[in-house]
Protein backbone atom coordinates (compact mmCIF):
# COMPACT_ATOMS: atom_id res chain seq x y z
CA UNK A 1 0.00 0.00 0.00
CA UNK A 2 2.97 2.49 0.86
CA UNK A 3 4.34 1.88 -2.87
CA UNK A 4 1.09 2.51 -4.58
CA UNK A 5 0.34 5.70 -2.18
CA UNK A 6 4.13 7.27 -3.43
CA UNK A 7 3.13 6.23 -7.04
CA UNK A 8 -0.47 8.30 -6.85
CA UNK A 9 1.28 11.27 -4.92
CA UNK A 10 4.56 11.52 -7.47
CA UNK A 11 1.73 11.02 -10.62
CA UNK A 12 -0.17 13.79 -8.77
CA UNK A 13 2.51 15.90 -8.15
CA UNK A 14 3.97 16.18 -11.34
CA UNK A 15 0.46 16.85 -12.83
CA UNK A 16 0.32 19.95 -10.60
CA UNK A 17 3.68 21.38 -12.26
CA UNK A 18 2.10 20.78 -15.85
CA UNK A 19 -0.99 22.58 -14.69
CA UNK A 20 0.79 25.45 -13.22
CA UNK A 21 1.79 25.76 -16.90
CA UNK A 22 -1.75 25.07 -18.53
CA UNK A 23 -3.22 27.73 -16.52
CA UNK A 24 -1.06 30.68 -17.87
CA UNK A 25 -3.12 29.67 -21.09
CA UNK A 26 -6.37 30.54 -19.92
CA UNK A 27 -8.47 32.42 -22.89
CA UNK A 28 -9.81 33.85 -20.06
CA UNK A 29 -9.46 37.98 -19.49
CA UNK A 30 -8.45 38.14 -16.19
CA UNK A 31 -11.08 40.52 -14.93
CA UNK A 32 -13.99 37.88 -15.85
CA UNK A 33 -12.34 35.09 -14.19
CA UNK A 34 -14.53 33.85 -11.13
CA UNK A 35 -13.04 33.71 -7.42
CA UNK A 36 -12.71 30.75 -6.17
CA UNK A 37 -12.98 29.09 -2.58
CA UNK A 38 -11.88 25.34 -1.57
CA UNK A 39 -13.27 24.10 0.92
CA UNK A 40 -11.67 20.53 2.60
CA UNK A 41 -12.83 17.91 4.78
CA UNK A 42 -10.72 17.16 7.37
CA UNK A 43 -13.17 14.74 9.70
CA UNK A 44 -12.24 12.20 11.11
CA UNK A 45 -14.36 10.01 8.79
CA UNK A 46 -12.01 11.20 5.84
CA UNK A 47 -9.56 8.90 7.91
CA UNK A 48 -11.97 5.83 6.74
CA UNK A 49 -13.33 6.98 3.36
CA UNK A 50 -10.34 8.82 1.71
CA UNK A 51 -7.05 5.90 3.26
CA UNK A 52 -5.12 7.23 0.28
CA UNK A 53 -5.64 10.83 1.41
CA UNK A 54 -6.33 11.35 -2.17
CA UNK A 55 -8.57 14.55 -1.18
CA UNK A 56 -5.45 16.07 -0.02
CA UNK A 57 -3.68 15.81 -3.16
CA UNK A 58 -6.40 16.54 -4.84
CA UNK A 59 -6.72 19.70 -2.95
CA UNK A 60 -3.24 20.72 -4.21
CA UNK A 61 -4.57 19.68 -7.82
CA UNK A 62 -6.98 21.76 -7.75
CA UNK A 63 -5.03 24.73 -6.63
CA UNK A 64 -2.37 24.43 -9.06
CA UNK A 65 -5.33 24.76 -11.87
CA UNK A 66 -6.18 28.37 -10.61
CA UNK A 67 -4.56 30.88 -13.35
CA UNK A 68 -2.42 33.58 -12.02
CA UNK A 69 -4.44 36.63 -11.79
CA UNK A 70 -7.26 34.94 -10.49
CA UNK A 71 -8.48 35.07 -6.58
CA UNK A 72 -8.81 32.27 -4.44
CA UNK A 73 -8.86 30.87 -0.73
CA UNK A 74 -8.49 27.81 1.30
CA UNK A 75 -10.76 26.64 4.11
CA UNK A 76 -10.90 23.43 6.36
CA UNK A 77 -13.72 21.76 8.35
CA UNK A 78 -14.22 19.31 10.52
CA UNK A 79 -15.88 20.25 13.91
CA UNK A 80 -14.57 23.72 13.56
CA UNK A 81 -13.82 25.97 10.84
CA UNK A 82 -11.12 27.54 9.75
CA UNK A 83 -9.39 29.16 6.91
CA UNK A 84 -5.72 28.98 7.00
CA UNK A 85 -5.68 30.99 3.64
CA UNK A 86 -7.74 33.12 2.64
CA UNK A 87 -8.94 34.45 -0.58
CA UNK A 88 -6.25 36.59 -2.29
CA UNK A 89 -4.95 36.91 -6.10
CA UNK A 90 -3.20 33.96 -7.05
CA UNK A 91 1.21 34.20 -7.68
CA UNK A 92 3.73 32.25 -7.21
CA UNK A 93 3.92 33.55 -3.37
CA UNK A 94 0.34 32.42 -3.32
CA UNK A 95 0.78 28.88 -4.34
CA UNK A 96 3.71 28.37 -2.39
CA UNK A 97 1.29 29.60 0.93
CA UNK A 98 -0.69 26.83 -0.29
CA UNK A 99 1.92 23.97 -0.54
CA UNK A 100 2.62 24.84 2.81
CA UNK A 101 -1.05 23.81 4.49
CA UNK A 102 -0.34 20.51 3.90
CA UNK A 103 0.56 19.19 7.02
CA UNK A 104 -2.95 20.55 8.09
CA UNK A 105 -5.22 18.90 5.76
CA UNK A 106 -4.43 15.75 7.24
CA UNK A 107 -5.02 16.96 10.61
CA UNK A 108 -8.25 15.14 11.51
CA UNK A 109 -11.22 16.13 13.49
CA UNK A 110 -13.68 14.22 15.32
CA UNK A 111 -16.96 15.80 13.79
CA UNK A 112 -18.01 16.70 9.90
CA UNK A 113 -19.93 19.81 10.07
CA UNK A 114 -20.51 20.90 6.49
CA UNK A 115 -23.45 23.60 6.89
CA UNK A 116 -21.09 25.13 8.92
CA UNK A 117 -18.32 24.93 6.57
CA UNK A 118 -20.83 26.03 3.50
CA UNK A 119 -21.99 28.58 5.42
CA UNK A 120 -19.06 30.24 6.43
CA UNK A 121 -16.83 30.14 3.20
CA UNK A 122 -19.87 31.85 1.01
CA UNK A 123 -20.70 34.87 3.48
CA UNK A 124 -16.86 36.26 2.99
CA UNK A 125 -17.82 39.06 0.48
CA UNK A 126 -16.62 38.06 -3.00
CA UNK A 127 -14.67 40.69 -4.85
CA UNK A 128 -17.44 41.81 -7.48
CA UNK A 129 -16.99 38.10 -9.79
CA UNK A 130 -18.70 35.45 -9.72
CA UNK A 131 -18.27 33.29 -6.60
CA UNK A 132 -17.68 29.33 -6.97
CA UNK A 133 -16.81 26.81 -4.06
CA UNK A 134 -15.40 23.61 -4.58
CA UNK A 135 -16.44 21.19 -1.63
CA UNK A 136 -14.23 18.14 -1.56
CA UNK A 137 -15.87 15.33 1.44
CA UNK A 138 -17.29 11.98 2.06
CA UNK A 139 -20.50 13.94 2.28
CA UNK A 140 -21.55 12.67 5.92
CA UNK A 141 -22.65 15.01 8.49
CA UNK A 142 -21.51 14.20 12.24
CA UNK A 143 -22.27 16.97 14.45
CA UNK A 144 -20.95 16.64 18.51
CA UNK A 145 -23.72 15.46 20.59
CA UNK A 146 -23.28 18.58 22.94
CA UNK A 147 -25.45 20.16 20.04
CA UNK A 148 -28.75 18.34 20.62
CA UNK A 149 -30.12 14.19 20.49
CA UNK A 150 -28.39 12.43 17.86
CA UNK A 151 -29.56 11.75 14.53
CA UNK A 152 -31.77 14.68 14.75
CA UNK A 153 -29.91 17.42 14.83
CA UNK A 154 -27.56 15.73 12.07
CA UNK A 155 -31.32 15.41 9.81
CA UNK A 156 -31.83 18.68 10.95
CA UNK A 157 -28.22 19.95 10.10
CA UNK A 158 -28.87 18.45 6.13
CA UNK A 159 -32.19 19.87 5.85
CA UNK A 160 -31.41 23.21 6.16
CA UNK A 161 -28.27 23.11 3.76
CA UNK A 162 -30.51 21.90 1.26
CA UNK A 163 -33.98 23.53 2.31
CA UNK A 164 -32.43 27.21 2.98
CA UNK A 165 -28.63 27.62 2.80
CA UNK A 166 -28.28 26.18 -0.76
CA UNK A 167 -31.69 27.53 -1.86
CA UNK A 168 -30.48 31.20 -0.79
CA UNK A 169 -26.61 30.85 -2.37
CA UNK A 170 -28.10 29.32 -5.96
CA UNK A 171 -30.41 32.98 -5.91
CA UNK A 172 -27.19 34.78 -4.83
CA UNK A 173 -25.44 32.95 -7.24
CA UNK A 174 -22.88 31.27 -5.83
CA UNK A 175 -21.88 28.04 -7.55
CA UNK A 176 -21.21 25.24 -5.73
CA UNK A 177 -18.83 22.33 -6.86
CA UNK A 178 -18.50 18.59 -4.82
CA UNK A 179 -16.68 15.96 -5.21
CA UNK A 180 -16.93 12.87 -2.85
CA UNK A 181 -14.18 10.39 -1.99
CA UNK A 182 -16.34 6.96 -0.84
CA UNK A 183 -19.35 4.68 -2.32
CA UNK A 184 -20.15 5.56 1.89
CA UNK A 185 -20.56 9.12 1.00
CA UNK A 186 -23.68 10.73 0.87
CA UNK A 187 -24.19 10.80 -3.13
CA UNK A 188 -27.72 12.17 -2.87
CA UNK A 189 -26.20 15.09 -0.29
CA UNK A 190 -23.25 15.99 -3.15
CA UNK A 191 -25.39 15.84 -6.08
CA UNK A 192 -28.39 17.76 -4.89
CA UNK A 193 -26.10 21.38 -3.53
CA UNK A 194 -24.20 21.09 -6.33
CA UNK A 195 -27.16 21.06 -9.17
CA UNK A 196 -29.39 23.18 -7.00
CA UNK A 197 -26.71 25.97 -7.88
CA UNK A 198 -25.63 25.09 -11.06
CA UNK A 199 -22.50 23.01 -10.26
CA UNK A 200 -20.89 19.70 -11.02
CA UNK A 201 -20.47 16.46 -8.67
CA UNK A 202 -18.26 13.57 -8.73
CA UNK A 203 -17.58 10.54 -6.94
CA UNK A 204 -13.62 9.78 -7.31
CA UNK A 205 -12.31 6.64 -5.67
CA UNK A 206 -9.00 6.77 -8.33
CA UNK A 207 -6.87 8.91 -9.34
CA UNK A 208 -7.76 9.09 -13.30
CA UNK A 209 -11.50 9.58 -11.94
CA UNK A 210 -9.93 12.54 -9.40
CA UNK A 211 -8.49 13.80 -12.53
CA UNK A 212 -11.54 13.67 -14.99
CA UNK A 213 -13.79 15.25 -11.90
CA UNK A 214 -10.98 18.45 -11.56
CA UNK A 215 -10.50 19.19 -15.19
CA UNK A 216 -14.43 19.15 -15.35
CA UNK A 217 -14.68 21.90 -12.61
CA UNK A 218 -12.17 23.46 -14.14
CA UNK A 219 -13.27 23.33 -17.64
CA UNK A 220 -16.99 24.95 -16.09
CA UNK A 221 -14.82 28.06 -13.84
CA UNK A 222 -12.27 28.57 -16.42
CA UNK A 223 -13.32 28.03 -20.07
CA UNK A 224 -11.11 27.65 -22.65
CA UNK A 225 -11.15 27.49 -26.95
CA UNK A 226 -9.58 24.27 -27.98
CA UNK A 227 -8.83 23.17 -31.25
CA UNK A 228 -10.50 20.29 -32.48
CA UNK A 229 -7.85 16.70 -32.52
CA UNK A 230 -9.22 14.66 -35.30
CA UNK A 231 -7.37 11.67 -36.86
CA UNK A 232 -4.26 12.59 -34.47
CA UNK A 233 -3.64 15.42 -36.31
CA UNK A 234 -4.76 19.41 -35.16
CA UNK A 235 -5.09 22.53 -36.86
CA UNK A 236 -2.89 25.91 -35.98
CA UNK A 237 -4.32 29.09 -38.17
CA UNK A 238 -2.54 31.99 -38.63
CA UNK A 239 -2.44 34.32 -35.84
CA UNK A 240 -1.78 31.94 -32.94
CA UNK A 241 -0.33 33.70 -29.50
CA UNK A 242 0.42 29.77 -28.47
CA UNK A 243 -0.87 26.22 -28.23
CA UNK A 244 -0.63 23.88 -24.60
CA UNK A 245 -1.10 20.04 -25.69
CA UNK A 246 -1.78 18.53 -22.10
CA UNK A 247 -1.32 14.54 -24.08
CA UNK A 248 -2.41 11.44 -21.75
CA UNK A 249 -0.83 8.44 -23.05
CA UNK A 250 -0.07 4.88 -22.29
CA UNK A 251 3.63 3.57 -22.55
CA UNK A 252 5.35 5.31 -25.96
CA UNK A 253 6.09 8.82 -25.33
CA UNK A 254 4.87 11.54 -27.48
CA UNK A 255 6.07 13.11 -31.15
CA UNK A 256 5.01 16.34 -32.35
CA UNK A 257 5.14 16.78 -35.67
CA UNK A 258 4.72 20.25 -37.68
CA UNK A 259 3.75 21.24 -40.71
CA UNK A 260 6.79 21.11 -42.40
CA UNK A 261 7.68 17.51 -41.44
CA UNK A 262 9.53 18.59 -38.50
CA UNK A 263 9.72 16.21 -35.65
CA UNK A 264 9.73 17.25 -31.66
CA UNK A 265 9.69 14.98 -28.60
CA UNK A 266 10.44 15.87 -25.17
CA UNK A 267 14.30 15.76 -25.97
CA UNK A 268 13.98 18.35 -28.58
CA UNK A 269 11.16 20.00 -28.16
CA UNK A 270 10.26 23.22 -30.23
CA UNK A 271 12.13 26.34 -29.82
CA UNK A 272 11.03 28.60 -27.31
CA UNK A 273 8.35 25.93 -26.15
CA UNK A 274 8.18 23.90 -22.63
CA UNK A 275 8.39 20.17 -22.67
CA UNK A 276 7.33 17.93 -19.18
CA UNK A 277 6.87 14.25 -19.92
CA UNK A 278 5.94 11.76 -17.38
CA UNK A 279 5.13 8.71 -17.16
CA UNK A 280 0.79 9.65 -17.94
CA UNK A 281 0.89 12.05 -20.10
CA UNK A 282 2.73 15.17 -21.83
CA UNK A 283 2.78 19.05 -21.42
CA UNK A 284 3.43 20.94 -24.31
CA UNK A 285 3.44 24.63 -24.59
CA UNK A 286 4.56 25.88 -27.74
CA UNK A 287 4.10 30.25 -28.39
CA UNK A 288 4.06 31.24 -31.80
CA UNK A 289 3.81 27.95 -33.23
CA UNK A 290 4.07 27.31 -37.11
CA UNK A 291 0.41 28.02 -39.09
CA UNK A 292 -0.80 24.63 -40.65
CA UNK A 293 -1.79 21.17 -40.00
CA UNK A 294 0.05 19.55 -36.76
CA UNK A 295 -0.20 15.68 -36.25
CA UNK A 296 0.73 13.88 -32.96
CA UNK A 297 2.70 10.37 -32.96
CA UNK A 298 2.54 8.03 -29.88
CA UNK A 299 -0.32 8.49 -26.95
CA UNK A 300 -3.31 10.85 -26.69
CA UNK A 301 -6.04 9.41 -24.72
CA UNK A 302 -9.03 10.32 -23.10
CA UNK A 303 -8.98 14.07 -21.97
CA UNK A 304 -5.83 14.91 -23.91
CA UNK A 305 -7.21 18.44 -25.54
CA UNK A 306 -5.33 21.18 -26.86
CA UNK A 307 -6.03 24.32 -25.78
CA UNK A 308 -5.13 27.88 -27.91
CA UNK A 309 -4.20 30.85 -27.05
CA UNK A 310 -5.90 33.80 -29.50
CA UNK A 311 -7.05 37.08 -29.99
CA UNK A 312 -10.12 35.11 -31.38
CA UNK A 313 -12.38 33.36 -29.10
CA UNK A 314 -15.32 31.04 -29.22
CA UNK A 315 -18.13 32.39 -27.00
CA UNK A 316 -21.30 30.23 -25.74
CA UNK A 317 -24.32 30.71 -24.31
CA UNK A 318 -24.70 30.17 -20.53
CA UNK A 319 -25.97 26.62 -20.79
CA UNK A 320 -27.09 24.87 -17.01
CA UNK A 321 -24.46 22.56 -15.81
CA UNK A 322 -27.64 20.21 -15.36
CA UNK A 323 -29.55 19.06 -18.33
CA UNK A 324 -33.31 17.34 -18.43
CA UNK A 325 -33.96 14.05 -19.79
CA UNK A 326 -36.87 14.97 -22.26
CA UNK A 327 -35.81 18.86 -22.87
CA UNK A 328 -34.67 20.40 -25.18
CA UNK A 329 -31.28 22.16 -25.03
CA UNK A 330 -30.85 25.79 -26.88
CA UNK A 331 -27.28 26.71 -27.77
CA UNK A 332 -26.31 30.24 -29.39
CA UNK A 333 -22.67 31.24 -30.00
CA UNK A 334 -20.33 33.81 -31.56
CA UNK A 335 -16.95 34.81 -31.85
CA UNK A 336 -14.79 37.79 -29.70
CA UNK A 337 -12.17 39.60 -30.66
CA UNK A 338 -9.98 41.57 -27.90
CA UNK A 339 -13.58 41.48 -26.08
CA UNK A 340 -15.60 42.41 -28.81
CA UNK A 341 -18.23 41.06 -30.61
CA UNK A 342 -16.83 40.06 -34.25
CA UNK A 343 -19.54 41.59 -37.05
CA UNK A 344 -21.01 38.74 -39.33
CA UNK A 345 -18.52 40.09 -42.23
CA UNK A 346 -15.41 40.04 -40.18
CA UNK A 347 -15.80 35.98 -39.37
CA UNK A 348 -13.91 33.26 -40.87
CA UNK A 349 -14.61 32.26 -44.43
CA UNK A 350 -17.38 29.13 -45.41
CA UNK A 351 -17.80 29.61 -41.36
CA UNK A 352 -19.92 26.54 -39.79
CA UNK A 353 -20.82 25.47 -36.32
CA UNK A 354 -22.60 22.50 -34.67
CA UNK A 355 -23.49 21.64 -31.32
CA UNK A 356 -22.90 17.87 -29.94
CA UNK A 357 -24.10 16.13 -26.88
CA UNK A 358 -21.19 13.41 -26.24
CA UNK A 359 -21.26 11.05 -23.48
CA UNK A 360 -18.18 10.07 -20.95
CA UNK A 361 -16.72 7.85 -24.23
CA UNK A 362 -16.84 10.52 -26.22
CA UNK A 363 -19.51 9.52 -28.72
CA UNK A 364 -21.65 11.86 -29.83
CA UNK A 365 -25.72 11.25 -28.47
CA UNK A 366 -27.33 14.35 -30.51
CA UNK A 367 -26.33 17.19 -32.88
CA UNK A 368 -27.55 20.11 -34.58
CA UNK A 369 -26.35 22.61 -37.47
CA UNK A 370 -26.56 26.15 -35.90
CA UNK A 371 -28.18 28.20 -38.04
CA UNK A 372 -26.26 32.15 -38.72
CA UNK A 373 -28.53 34.54 -36.98
CA UNK A 374 -26.53 37.98 -38.33
CA UNK A 375 -23.03 37.18 -36.59
CA UNK A 376 -24.62 35.18 -33.97
CA UNK A 377 -25.49 30.81 -34.39
CA UNK A 378 -28.40 29.16 -32.94
CA UNK A 379 -30.37 25.54 -33.01
CA UNK A 380 -31.43 23.98 -30.30
CA UNK A 381 -30.26 20.03 -29.35
CA UNK A 382 -32.49 17.42 -28.99
CA UNK A 383 -33.63 16.16 -26.00
CA UNK A 384 -31.28 13.90 -24.07
CA UNK A 385 -31.77 10.26 -23.93
CA UNK A 386 -29.47 8.80 -21.59
CA UNK A 387 -29.16 9.90 -17.84
CA UNK A 388 -25.35 10.86 -16.46
CA UNK A 389 -22.21 12.60 -16.84
CA UNK A 390 -21.89 14.52 -20.46
CA UNK A 391 -20.08 17.29 -22.31
CA UNK A 392 -21.94 19.54 -24.62
CA UNK A 393 -19.41 20.58 -27.34
CA UNK A 394 -19.85 23.59 -29.45
CA UNK A 395 -17.50 23.14 -32.70
CA UNK A 396 -16.87 25.64 -35.41
CA UNK A 397 -15.03 25.11 -38.76
CA UNK A 398 -14.06 27.57 -41.81
CA UNK A 399 -11.66 27.70 -44.29
CA UNK A 400 -8.20 27.44 -42.65
CA UNK A 401 -10.06 27.53 -39.17
CA UNK A 402 -10.99 25.08 -36.69
CA UNK A 403 -12.33 25.88 -32.76
CA UNK A 404 -14.44 24.38 -30.42
CA UNK A 405 -15.77 25.17 -26.69
CA UNK A 406 -16.49 22.23 -24.70
CA UNK A 407 -18.68 22.51 -21.15
CA UNK A 408 -18.98 19.47 -19.06
CA UNK A 409 -22.47 18.42 -17.91
CA UNK A 410 -25.00 16.45 -15.54
CA UNK A 411 -27.82 14.86 -17.33
CA UNK A 412 -30.34 13.54 -14.90
CA UNK A 413 -34.35 12.90 -14.66
CA UNK A 414 -36.62 15.85 -14.43
CA UNK A 415 -38.33 14.19 -11.73
CA UNK A 416 -36.36 12.62 -8.73
CA UNK A 417 -38.34 9.00 -7.14
CA UNK A 418 -37.74 7.41 -3.79
CA UNK A 419 -39.62 4.25 -2.08
CA UNK A 420 -40.79 5.03 1.24
CA UNK A 421 -41.30 1.52 2.24
CA UNK A 422 -42.39 2.31 6.10
CA UNK A 423 -45.51 3.83 4.37
CA UNK A 424 -46.59 2.29 1.32
CA UNK A 425 -45.35 5.19 -0.98
CA UNK A 426 -43.26 6.41 -3.55
CA UNK A 427 -42.04 10.35 -2.96
CA UNK A 428 -41.53 12.46 -6.09
CA UNK A 429 -39.67 15.77 -6.53
CA UNK A 430 -39.07 17.78 -8.93
CA UNK A 431 -35.74 18.03 -10.42
CA UNK A 432 -36.13 20.50 -13.37
CA UNK A 433 -36.64 24.04 -11.87
CA UNK A 434 -39.86 24.56 -14.19
CA UNK A 435 -41.67 21.89 -12.78
CA UNK A 436 -44.61 22.31 -9.94
CA UNK A 437 -48.14 21.15 -9.01
CA UNK A 438 -49.67 23.35 -11.40
CA UNK A 439 -48.23 22.30 -14.69
CA UNK A 440 -46.98 18.62 -14.44
CA UNK A 441 -49.22 15.81 -13.84
CA UNK A 442 -47.54 12.07 -12.68
CA UNK A 443 -48.69 8.69 -12.15
CA UNK A 444 -47.05 4.86 -12.38
CA UNK A 445 -47.70 2.47 -13.42
CA UNK A 446 -47.37 -1.17 -11.78
CA UNK A 447 -48.01 -4.42 -12.49
CA UNK A 448 -50.61 -3.16 -15.06
CA UNK A 449 -52.64 -0.52 -12.41
CA UNK A 450 -52.74 3.32 -13.30
CA UNK A 451 -51.72 4.84 -9.91
CA UNK A 452 -51.99 8.51 -9.82
CA UNK A 453 -49.76 10.60 -7.94
CA UNK A 454 -51.33 13.42 -5.20
CA UNK A 455 -49.41 16.36 -4.99
CA UNK A 456 -48.30 17.03 -1.41
CA UNK A 457 -46.27 20.55 -1.77
CA UNK A 458 -45.37 23.10 -4.68
CA UNK A 459 -43.06 20.36 -6.09
CA UNK A 460 -43.97 16.90 -4.37
CA UNK A 461 -45.80 13.95 -5.12
CA UNK A 462 -46.68 11.07 -3.56
CA UNK A 463 -47.89 7.86 -4.95
CA UNK A 464 -49.73 5.59 -2.91
CA UNK A 465 -49.14 1.62 -3.27
CA UNK A 466 -51.43 -1.18 -2.78
CA UNK A 467 -50.10 -3.79 -0.81
CA UNK A 468 -47.13 -6.05 -1.97
CA UNK A 469 -45.28 -9.37 -1.17
CA UNK A 470 -41.72 -7.95 0.10
CA UNK A 471 -40.26 -10.71 -1.36
CA UNK A 472 -40.82 -10.23 -4.76
CA UNK A 473 -38.75 -7.55 -6.45
CA UNK A 474 -41.37 -5.03 -8.83
CA UNK A 475 -40.59 -2.55 -11.33
CA UNK A 476 -42.91 1.19 -11.40
CA UNK A 477 -43.08 2.51 -14.12
CA UNK A 478 -43.12 6.55 -14.06
CA UNK A 479 -44.73 8.72 -16.61
CA UNK A 480 -45.91 11.84 -16.53
CA UNK A 481 -47.41 14.93 -18.72
CA UNK A 482 -45.81 18.59 -18.33
CA UNK A 483 -47.54 22.02 -19.78
CA UNK A 484 -44.55 24.44 -20.59
CA UNK A 485 -45.06 27.86 -22.58
CA UNK A 486 -48.63 26.51 -23.74
CA UNK A 487 -47.04 23.11 -25.37
CA UNK A 488 -47.68 19.79 -23.40
CA UNK A 489 -45.71 16.55 -23.58
CA UNK A 490 -44.65 13.63 -22.47
CA UNK A 491 -42.52 13.01 -19.78
CA UNK A 492 -40.24 9.37 -19.42
CA UNK A 493 -38.63 8.72 -16.49
CA UNK A 494 -36.78 5.81 -15.49
CA UNK A 495 -38.65 2.68 -13.64
CA UNK A 496 -38.20 2.46 -10.37
CA UNK A 497 -37.47 -1.02 -8.52
CA UNK A 498 -39.06 -1.80 -5.23
CA UNK A 499 -37.74 -4.04 -3.31
CA UNK A 500 -34.69 -4.45 -5.61
CA UNK A 501 -32.31 -6.03 -3.21
CA UNK A 502 -34.94 -9.08 -3.36
CA UNK A 503 -33.58 -12.29 -5.65
CA UNK A 504 -37.05 -12.63 -7.14
CA UNK A 505 -38.32 -10.23 -9.68
CA UNK A 506 -40.53 -9.21 -12.38
CA UNK A 507 -39.02 -7.46 -15.18
CA UNK A 508 -36.61 -6.18 -12.59
CA UNK A 509 -33.41 -3.33 -14.23
CA UNK A 510 -31.19 -2.07 -11.82
CA UNK A 511 -31.93 1.66 -10.82
CA UNK A 512 -28.57 3.17 -9.94
CA UNK A 513 -27.75 6.60 -8.70
CA UNK A 514 -29.11 9.69 -10.54
CA UNK A 515 -25.44 10.35 -12.55
CA UNK A 516 -25.02 6.53 -13.50
CA UNK A 517 -26.67 5.77 -17.14
CA UNK A 518 -30.11 5.26 -17.00
CA UNK A 519 -31.81 4.05 -20.21
CA UNK A 520 -35.52 3.97 -20.97
CA UNK A 521 -37.73 1.06 -21.66
CA UNK A 522 -38.11 0.25 -25.17
CA UNK A 523 -41.54 -1.97 -24.53
CA UNK A 524 -43.31 1.07 -23.95
CA UNK A 525 -42.83 2.56 -27.56
CA UNK A 526 -44.30 0.36 -30.36
CA UNK A 527 -42.19 -0.05 -32.76
CA UNK A 528 -43.41 -1.26 -36.31
CA UNK A 529 -41.83 -4.09 -38.35
CA UNK A 530 -40.69 -3.01 -41.45
CA UNK A 531 -42.48 -4.77 -44.59
CA UNK A 532 -40.80 -7.38 -46.75
CA UNK A 533 -39.66 -5.89 -49.62
CA UNK A 534 -39.75 -9.19 -51.68
CA UNK A 535 -42.35 -12.18 -51.52
CA UNK A 536 -41.48 -15.13 -49.91
CA UNK A 537 -40.43 -18.46 -51.69
CA UNK A 538 -43.24 -20.45 -49.14
CA UNK A 539 -47.60 -20.13 -50.27
CA UNK A 540 -48.95 -17.38 -47.87
CA UNK A 541 -50.26 -20.22 -45.05
CA UNK A 542 -47.07 -21.77 -45.07
CA UNK A 543 -45.21 -18.13 -44.27
CA UNK A 544 -48.09 -17.84 -41.29
CA UNK A 545 -47.59 -20.56 -40.02
CA UNK A 546 -43.74 -20.18 -39.23
CA UNK A 547 -44.07 -17.05 -38.07
CA UNK A 548 -46.42 -18.30 -35.47
CA UNK A 549 -43.77 -20.98 -34.68
CA UNK A 550 -41.21 -18.31 -34.60
CA UNK A 551 -43.01 -16.49 -31.64
CA UNK A 552 -43.42 -19.23 -29.67
CA UNK A 553 -41.11 -20.07 -26.07
CA UNK A 554 -37.56 -20.61 -26.81
CA UNK A 555 -38.77 -24.63 -25.37
CA UNK A 556 -41.12 -24.83 -28.65
CA UNK A 557 -39.06 -23.16 -31.01
CA UNK A 558 -36.00 -25.70 -30.18
CA UNK A 559 -38.50 -28.49 -30.42
CA UNK A 560 -39.33 -26.86 -33.94
CA UNK A 561 -35.15 -26.53 -34.79
CA UNK A 562 -35.09 -30.03 -34.40
CA UNK A 563 -37.79 -30.38 -36.91
CA UNK A 564 -36.96 -27.66 -39.04
CA UNK A 565 -34.28 -29.75 -41.60
CA UNK A 566 -36.38 -32.73 -41.56
CA UNK A 567 -38.91 -30.37 -43.27
CA UNK A 568 -37.15 -27.99 -45.51
CA UNK A 569 -36.28 -30.10 -48.85
CA UNK A 570 -40.08 -31.57 -48.74
CA UNK A 571 -41.03 -28.02 -48.40
CA UNK A 572 -38.87 -26.94 -51.34
CA UNK A 573 -40.05 -29.70 -53.42
CA UNK A 574 -43.64 -29.10 -52.65
CA UNK A 575 -43.78 -25.30 -52.97
CA UNK A 576 -44.27 -25.83 -57.04
CA UNK A 577 -46.67 -28.99 -56.53
CA UNK A 578 -49.83 -27.42 -55.04
CA UNK A 579 -51.23 -30.90 -53.94
CA UNK A 580 -47.93 -31.26 -51.80
CA UNK A 581 -47.68 -28.11 -50.42
CA UNK A 582 -51.74 -28.60 -49.36
CA UNK A 583 -50.36 -31.81 -47.89
CA UNK A 584 -47.70 -30.41 -46.43
CA UNK A 585 -49.49 -27.12 -45.12
CA UNK A 586 -51.76 -29.98 -43.02
CA UNK A 587 -48.73 -31.88 -41.72
CA UNK A 588 -47.37 -28.36 -40.63
CA UNK A 589 -50.64 -26.67 -38.96
CA UNK A 590 -50.95 -30.40 -36.97
CA UNK A 591 -47.47 -30.24 -35.85
CA UNK A 592 -47.70 -26.22 -35.07
CA UNK A 593 -50.97 -27.46 -33.10
CA UNK A 594 -48.98 -30.08 -31.30
CA UNK A 595 -46.58 -28.15 -30.30
CA UNK A 596 -49.19 -25.67 -28.99
CA UNK A 597 -50.16 -28.20 -26.38
CA UNK A 598 -46.82 -29.57 -25.61
CA UNK A 599 -45.82 -25.71 -24.16
CA UNK A 600 -49.50 -25.42 -22.77
CA UNK A 601 -49.07 -28.85 -21.03
CA UNK A 602 -45.49 -27.74 -19.39
CA UNK A 603 -46.56 -24.51 -18.55
CA UNK A 604 -49.14 -25.75 -16.36
CA UNK A 605 -46.69 -28.33 -14.76
CA UNK A 606 -44.60 -25.46 -14.01
CA UNK A 607 -46.79 -23.49 -12.27
CA UNK A 608 -48.53 -26.25 -10.21
CA UNK A 609 -48.73 -25.66 -6.61
CA UNK A 610 -47.88 -21.78 -7.05
CA UNK A 611 -50.49 -19.28 -6.29
CA UNK A 612 -51.00 -16.38 -7.92
CA UNK A 613 -50.11 -12.67 -7.34
CA UNK A 614 -53.16 -10.34 -6.37
CA UNK A 615 -51.82 -7.83 -9.09
CA UNK A 616 -50.56 -9.99 -12.00
Sequence with gaps: MGRERNTIWRWLAGLVGCLVMAGHLSATEVAERPEVRVIFDVSGSMRHNDPDQLAGKALELLVAMVPDGATAGIWTFGERVRSPLPPSPVNAEWRERARALAPQLVAYEQFTDIESAVYHTAMVEPNGVPLHLVLLTDGVIDLPA???SKPAIDTSSREALLDELGPRLAEEGVVIHAIAFSDEADLDLVERLA??????????AAPDALMGAFLDIVDRIYPSDRVPVTDRGFLVEPGLRGFTALLFRGEEPATLVAPDGRRYTAEAPPEGAEWRSEPHYDLIKVPDPQAGQWRLEGGAGPNSRITVESPLHLQMSGVSSTLYLGFGVPVEAWFLREGDEVVADALPAHLRLTAELR?????????????QQEARFAGKLPAPVLAGKAQLAVRAEGQGFRRQR????????????RHDEANHRVLLSAEHPLLDRHN?????????????AEPMAERRWSIALPELDTALSVPLVLRGEVTLDGETHELQLPRLVLFPSVTTAIGQVDAGPALEVVRFHEELTPVREPRATSESPLPQP????????QQLPRAAQERWREWQPVLTRPLEEAVGDRRGAGALLAGGLLLLLVLLVAWRMAIRHRHAGSREEPHV
Design 195 to 204: QMTGGLSASV
Design 542 to 549: LEQAVRSI
Design 440 to 452: TRLYGQLQGAHLA
Design 406 to 417: VQPVNVLPAVAA
Design 146 to 148: WRG
Design 359 to 371: DESGSAQSAVVLE
